[in-house]
């Protein structure tokens, strides 16, 4: 290779390295704050290797899956209050509003409120999130035992709600 | 070693290559894209939790990882395009930035209209849709720059730079959802293990996916053959074309 290209190529390697080390740097320092969400374990036991926890009154987002039977909706208003959980503790969520089309018992949702206190949230958005799994219904059925029923199909809930 | 590489570095054997090919990928490209799409979007079964809302991964997913793969060809033009300083190549980083912006932006806008009905919101600044973004702004950068100065071939070497060093986000992007909490889910195909994507609707996805990169390749020998008749205007083989 003549010396003038290998200059040139050396120092474009040069460039990309140190940017590299630089964005790899930033992005290590801003660890925490990338995250979008705490999930259930982090708020409880704390974030990081300082195992800093957030404070009461702190807005935040909040992420896990909806406790089966956990889903309490007041029947004369849109309230509703669930509990979220990913591997240990649960984490209580209270909102007002209408929540996403996904949103079901055992799902993933993303919650942004405020810390009320060490275990409630009073969120004012509630976000689904969904897996990368896609199937067909069938499929959903046999592998899962979800029921997938058409929203048009679907019949009212009886009772008060 | 490489020898044989070299007739591809002469602009006229570039320009009459690409003329040879663009019909053919051209006609695949269409073929495919109309087979994968209407497979995609119309046969295949609906999702056990989205409905047929998810129809549109058929064009998410293949526009997403071709505004990654269209990132690393223009990087790799423009690395050689400043080492080894082939005009053919330098013009093919200015000829593939605008196919890899268009894109970036269909990914972008095909995620917002799935994000709303499914998540629930159109934006959320989570490490995914963020890092996407930003490879939009390398786009319009390398172009922008490109056109920034007064002598063309300063621009175009600045552009390649740019092109080259944004690199650093196409491992970002890819796997901002393994190292963070993201909203945005995990890899359903890109990863090392079995897709978690039904066959039934994996299939008319690697259509299309082949189809977006077949068409980069058409489009990109189209501004390409532009490219080399702007840049060799005054050269007798364009001169001897252009009187015949």
């Known amino acids: 290779m003549q010396p003038r290209r290998q200059k040139r190529l050396f120092a474009i390697l040069l460039v990309i390295g140190l940017l590299t080390g630089a964005v790899a740097a930033m992005l290590y320092a801003l660890q925490q704050n990338i995250d979008l969400f705490y999930t259930p374990s982090q708020l409880v036991d704390g974030l990081g290797k300082d195992k800093v926890k957030p404070q009461v009154g702190q807005r935040l987002?909040?992420?896990?899956?909806?406790?089966a039977g956990s889903v309490k909706r007041d029947p004369e208003s849109l309230k509703v209050s669930f509990d979220l959980?990913?591997?240990?503790?649960?984490?209580?969520v209270i909102y007002e509003g209408i929540l996403p089309d996904l949103f079901r018992e055992g799902q993933g949702i993303v919650a942004q409120g405020v810390l009320q206190d060490a275990t409630t949230i009073k969120a004012s958005e509630v976000l689904a999130k969904h897996d990368e799994e896609y199937m067909p219904p069938e499929v959903a059925e046999a592998l899962k035992g979800i029921r997938h029923v058409p929203p048009s199909q679907q019949q009212p809930a009886s009772g008060s709600y | 070693m490489f020898k044989w590489l070299h007739p591809y570095a002469k602009p006229e054997t570039v320009y009459h290559l690409c003329g040879?090919?663009?019909?053919w990928l051209m006609g695949t490209a269409l073929l495919l894209l109309l087979l994968g799409n209407i497979w995609g979007l119309a046969f295949t079964p609906p999702d056990y939790q989205q409905g047929d809302s998810y129809r549109i991964i058929h064009l998410h997913v293949p526009a997403a990882i071709m505004s990654m793969g269209t990132y690393s060809a223009m990087a790799i033009a423009a690395f050689i395009a400043l080492v080894w300083q082939v005009k053919v190549a330098q013009w093919s980083v200015l000829a593939i930035a605008p196919i890899g912006a268009v894109y970036t932006a269909i990914a972008l806008i095909t995620g917002m209209a799935w994000g709303k009905p499914m998540w629930g919101t159109w934006w959320v600044w989570d490490a995914r849709l963020t890092s996407e973004l930003i490879l939009l702004f390398l786009y319009l950068g390398v172009i922008a720059l490109s056109g920034a100065f007064?002598?063309?071939q300063t621009g175009a070497k600045v552009a390649s730079l740019l092109a080259v060093v944004g690199v650093i986000n196409l491992p970002i992007i890819h796997f901002s959802v393994e190292w963070w909490n993201t909203l945005h889910q995990g890899a359903s195909i890109t990863k090392f293990a079995k897709p978690s994507i039904d066959p039934s609707m994996l299939w008319p996805l690697l259509i299309s996916i082949l189809a977006f990169k077949i068409l980069m390749l058409a489009l990109l020998c189209v501004r390409l053959r532009t490219a080399i008749l702007v840049n060799e205007q005054h050269r007798p083989w364009v001169k001897a074309m252009a009187g015949d």
């Not at chain 1, 987002?61 to 406790?67: E, L, P």
């Not at chain 2, 040879?20 to 019909?23: D, G, I, N, V």
């Open chain 1, 61 to 67: 987002r909040i992420g896990g899956m909806v406790v």
């Open chain 1, 85 to 92: 959980v990913d591997t240990g503790p649960l984490v209580t």
């Open chain 2, 20 to 23: 040879r090919l663009m019909p």
């Open chain 2, 150 to 152: 007064s002598d063309r």
